[in-house]
């Protein structure tokens, strides 16, 4: 302690000990104490806001609570429940929330890296509803109904998958107004993706059937039911299934109620862990892409990366259900395992052709910016009727080439820069109705793969 209290008056008052025995106080001196008290106010304002935004989204405490609290009421049930709550067997780890009402953290269950991800935005507003654990009992898990036959439920199943998807702006987490039209950003976890009217729903529906009957004795419960039925609400969830055979999107592990395990969250993510989640809006895109840059891995895994990324833009255009567009194209949901393989980030930016074109077809409009879903998804404006289009104006492939100039041409090889530049120059004028894209699309994305597996395939890094 004697120490510290020494360490503390060398740097605060020794600067001024020699200026005040000659009666004066040297102009460098008074800098030096300056920026000394500078750093400890700016710090102590980041240890401040640290604190207070960490009390405030990440509060895995709760989901625990509540989430256990309805298992030992027999109201849900899962395959990780006697592990969560009686074992103490999932443990969080490091809090990765960036909204109160979606929980994320990572963890470690059956000696695997998992993520854990649970919503709690109801729990969250104690003002609101006094008695938010009875809430989430009487409305989150009101469905299925006692006496609910395994054919009821699943054509409740199959009816929801395609209806369309709840898209008013209560549901959707409003960010603005342009013009008095509102600009919604619908990845909020109430708002459900529903995929449309395709002939594979019915495999899925079995999928998920099966997936219910977790504890494998040929028939679903009413709390095994519940769950599911929870599960279905949460966007991501429903794309985590829908997008499974995929190579590039994380695997589902375990679930209880509406809490679920996917596979360890992908490197990448650099300011999940170098910027806290205050302060990431405040970081201009510019450094953003620096950032990225200095922290992210050597020019020839981030091309294997930008390789996987290409062949997760084909898997999302008609794979089994349907066509997914990507509607928040950012580097935050580039990441990748430890082999350098892509896997996408956060599926709660990907949205179904369906869900998309439901929200825009119809809505009132002024210009075409008036006409967005999510960030970066943007249908034309029918100025003489004043109303969106379903379509989009920009496919996945153009955004994401984009986001790959700032990627790849930073540190690429000499001999490659040229020819890379104008491949993804051309890729990113790709234009038109993202329906109506198909051929060119093709041939552009098989151009690009192609030049960058040349530069890597002889190599360590392939």
Known sequence: MRRLRRLVHLVLLCPFSKGLQQGRLPGLRVKYVLLVWLGIFVGSWMVYVHYSSYSELCRGHVCQVVICDQYRKGIISGSVCQDLCELQKVEWRTCLSSSPGQQVYSGLWQNKEVTIKCGIEEALNSKAWPDAVLRRELVLFEKPTRGTSIKEFQEMILGFLKRPGQTQSVLCQPRGVHQGVLLCLPFGPKCQANLGDLPSLPTLVDQILLMADFNKDSRVSLAEAKSVWALLQRNEFLLLLSLQEKEHASRLLGYCGDLYLTEGVPHGSWHGAVLLPALRPLLPSVLHRALQQWFGPAWPWRAKIAIGLLEFVEELFHGSYGTFYMCETTLANVGYTATYDFKMADLQQVAPEATVRRFLQGRH???????????DCRAPCDRLMRQCKGDLIQPNLAKVCELLRDYLLPGAPADLREE???????????????????????????????????????TNYS
Do not use: F, P
């Open 420 to 458: 890379l530049g104008k491949q993804l120059r051309t890729c990113t004028t790709l234009s038109g109705l993202a329906s109506q894209v198909e051929a060119h699309h093709s041939l552009v994305l098989s151009h690009l793969k192609t030049l960058l597996w040349r530069e890597i395939s002889n």
């Open 365 to 375: 409009c002024e210009q075409s910016s008036d006409c967005i879903y999510g960030r």
